[in-house]
């Protein structure tokens, strides 16, 4: 499976921000999706996941409430709408996704390249 992400940018506190994550592969839509990110000086965080089927997903509680996890099977494609954005949304995106579905864990195989968000005022 390969991953490509897009979708950062430099925004203000309040803004919306909407990140989309391509994937092509043979078994891309039974796959597992997510969306981490890197701050500076921080470890990796899982932010949100979503699962192949029943669309089952996960929410950071930090992005709770502001952040929605989307995918559309049939265009190979993931969403994270990002709605109130906040100074300490700043950082770099990856989508990710594995076979398994447990969306909650690091171990994901395969990974996008990751995007920037950057939320100033």
């Known amino acids: 499976v390969q991953l490509q992400a897009c979708g950062g940018g430099l925004v203000q506190p309040g803004d919306s921000l909407r990140l989309s994550c391509a994937a092509s592969?043979?078994?891309?839509?039974?796959?597992?999706m997510a969306w981490f990110r890197q701050a500076p000086g921080k470890e990796r965080e899982l932010v949100a996941g979503?699962?192949?089927?029943?669309?089952?997903?996960y929410y950071a509680d930090s992005v709770k409430g502001r952040f929605t996890i989307s995918r559309d099977n049939a265009k190979n494609t993931m969403f994270l709408q990002m709605n109130s954005l906040k100074p300490e949304d700043t950082a770099v995106y990856y989508c990710?996704?594995?076979?398994?579905?447990?969306?909650?864990?690091?171990?994901?195989?395969?990974w996008g390249q990751g995007t920037l968000v950057t939320v100033s005022s």
């Open positions: 979503i699962s192949w089927g029943h669309g089952s997903a």
């Open positions: 990710a996704a594995r076979h398994l579905s447990v969306i909650v864990t690091s171990l994901y195989e395969y």
């Open positions: 592969g043979r078994t891309v839509s039974t796959v597992t």
